[in-house]
């Protein structure tokens, strides 16, 4: 069984994921082979909050150069979880407003 700790693997700080704070929705990057289940359940017992939906989206790989280097950037998976009108916030957001 995974680790609550594995299937989060960070959480996305942008603009646009600041801007979606106020309908209770929260963006992280999660590991590739997690489930709408699995991140639900992972956000519910590390941060102790109900969630409400769970949208997943494969992040594919782009090129990039550095100079005559080329190369592609790594594929990862972004889920956008949303918490119920009932559930309190995130704490660790509360800070980057």
Sequence with gaps: MRMVEDIIIKPIITEASM???DAKKYVFKVQSRAT???VAHAVEEMFKVKVA???TINMKKKPKRMGVHAGYTSEWK???VTLT?????IE???GMK
Aim: aromatic share 10%; net charge negative.
């Design 19 to 21: 801007d979606m704070l």
């Design 36 to 38: 709408k289940a699995d």
């Design 53 to 55: 939906d769970v949208n």
């Design 78 to 80: 972004k889920a956008i």
């Design 85 to 89: 009108a009932d559930s309190k916030t």
């Design 92 to 94: 660790f957001f509360d």
